[in-house]
C-alpha cells in the first residue's frame, strides 16, 4: 500500500515543479498535497480497519461457541462436583464449595466450570485481538499480547497443578487419619489436616515455579514449608504417640527385668480379685 502512496506523492511533487512559473497555481498545489496524501493515507487503513473488525467479530464468535462447548463438556465430567470437595473454588462465592452454580443463560453451571470457561473463550479471543492488531501494523501492541497468549496456558497448567494437589490432599488426609484411628495414635485429625496442608504447599510452590514467580522466593518458601511440617510432625507424634511410646516401653523393661544372668525367669503372675478371693476362702 506504501508504494502506491509514494507514486502519488511523487505525481504531485511533479505536478508542482511544472506548475512552479505560475504563483497563484503552486501555492493551491501546495495546500492540496498534504490533504491528498492524508486522504490517500485514510484510503488505504480503511481496508485494514474493516479486516480487523471482521477478525474480532468471527473471534468473539468461535471464542463464545468454544467456551460454552468446554463448560458443557466439564459439567459432564462431573467437575463441580470434584471441586466442591475440595473447596478451592470458595472464593467465587459463599457457597461455592457446596456446589455453587453461576447462571449462564437458562442453564445452571457449576463455576468451576464457569470460570474454566471464561479462561478457554478470553483466551482464544486473545488471539484473534492480536491477530486484528497484527493486520493494523501495530507491532508493539501485538507483540504485548503475544506475550500475554503465551504466558496464559501456565497459568491454567498452575490451576490445574492446584486443583490436582488439593484432590490428592484430601485422599491422603483421609489416609492417615484413618491409620492414626486404628493405631489409637493421639491427635489423629491433627495430623490429617498436617498432611492435607503439606502438600497444598508442595502444589503451590510447583504452580508457583510454573508461573515463573521469583525462584529464589519459591525455594525458600519450599524450605519453610518442609521445616514447618517437619517441625508439626515431630510434636504432633510426640504428643499423640505419649500412651502408645509408655506402653512399648513397659513391655520392654518387663522383658529385660524377666532376663537375669542369661537365664529367663517367669515374671510373678498379677493377682486378679478372682484369684485372691479363691485362696482367702481356703
Do not use: C
Amino acid at each position: 500500500a506504501s508504494a502506491p502512496n509514494e507514486s502519488h506523492q511523487w505525481q504531485l511533487i511533479n505536478a508542482v515543479n511544472a506548475a512552479g512559473s505560475a504563483p497563484s497555481g503552486l501555492s493551491a498545489l501546495l495546500l492540496f498535497a498534504p490533504l491528498a496524501a492524508l486522504l490517500l493515507s485514510l484510503f488505504s487503513f480503511i481496508p485494514k480497519l474493516i479486516g480487523a473488525l471482521l477478525l474480532l467479530l468471527i473471534g468473539w464468535w468461535i471464542a463464545k461457541l468454544l467456551g460454552r462447548l468446554v463448560v458443557g463438556l466439564l459439567e459432564r465430567v462431573g467437575l463441580g462436583a470434584a471441586a466442591a470437595r475440595t473447596g478451592m473454588f470458595g472464593f467465587l462465592g459463599p457457597s461455592a464449595s457446596g456446589g455453587a452454580t453461576a447462571v449462564r443463560g437458562t442453564t445452571a453451571v457449576s463455576r468451576p466450570s464457569w470460570l474454566i470457561g471464561q479462561i478457554v473463550k478470553w483466551f482464544v479471543f486473545l488471539i484473534f485481538v492480536d491477530l486484528a492488531v497484527e493486520a493494523l501494523g501495530l507491532a508493539q501492541v501485538s507483540d504485548l499480547l503475544h506475550r500475554v497468549i503465551l504466558w496464559i496456558p501456565n497459568l491454567v497448567v498452575a490451576l490445574l497443578v492446584l486443583f490436582l494437589g488439593a484432590l490428592l490432599a484430601q485422599f491422603v488426609g483421609r489416609l492417615v487419619r484413618g491409620a492414626a484411628a486404628t493405631g489409637r495414635v493421639g491427635n489423629a485429625g491433627f495430623l490429617g489436616r498436617l498432611v492435607e496442608y503439606g502438600i497444598i504447599a508442595l502444589a503451590a510452590v510447583v504452580a508457583l515455579n510454573q508461573l515463573g514467580i521469583g525462584a529464589v522466593f519459591v525455594d525458600i518458601l519450599f524450605a519453610a514449608v518442609i521445616a514447618a511440617l517437619a517441625l508439626a510432625a515431630g510434636l504432633a507424634f510426640g504428643l499423640g504417640g505419649q500412651n502408645v511410646a509408655s506402653r512399648m516401653w513397659g513391655q520392654t523393661y518387663q522383658g529385660t527385668q524377666g532376663s537375669v544372668g542369661g537365664t529367663t525367669r517367669a515374671l510373678p503372675e498379677e493377682k486378679t480379685p478372682a484369684t485372691s478371693t479363691t485362696r482367702r476362702q481356703r
